[in-house]
């Protein structure tokens, strides 16, 4: 079992930057693909970024180049940096966990926990 809990999410104005953090529990961390996803109203839930128990990453091309995805396996944590923000940036962001073999990284239905989800606002 794995639990999630996002943090840092905020309002910002365009061009801005901020940090989300995402602190889980389970002994399982460390073996897991992890992700950020996000879902603006009126809109589906769409990928952001993962990364592997090994520290690869994979963005969206939206966010590749301003985003920047890590992990602290011995603090259980992973981070979402995130620059240059624009409005259309503006959504609920989750953080996610899966198996490392339970398919595509980039697919939300792949994922098995999900945390609460944290709101970012890009003003403009």
């Known amino acids: 079992q794995v639990q999630l809990v996002e943090s840092g999410g905020g309002l910002v104005q365009a061009g801005g930057s901020l940090r989300l953090s995402c602190a889980a529990s389970?002994?399982?961390?460390?073996?897991?693909?992890m992700g950020w996803f996000r879902q603006a109203p009126g809109k589906e839930r769409e990928f952001v970024a993962t990364i592997t128990s090994g520290s690869s990453t994979h963005y969206a091309d939206s966010v590749k180049d301003r985003f920047t995805i890590s992990r602290d396996n011995a603090k259980k944590t992973v981070h979402l940096q995130m620059n240059s923000l624009k409005p259309e940036d503006t959504a609920v962001y989750y953080c996610a966990a899966k198996s490392a073999y339970s398919g595509a990284s980039y697919y939300w239905g792949n994922y098995d926990y999900w945390g609460q989800g944290t709101q970012v606002t890009v003003s403009s």
């Open positions: 389970g002994r399982t961390f460390s073996s897991r693909t």
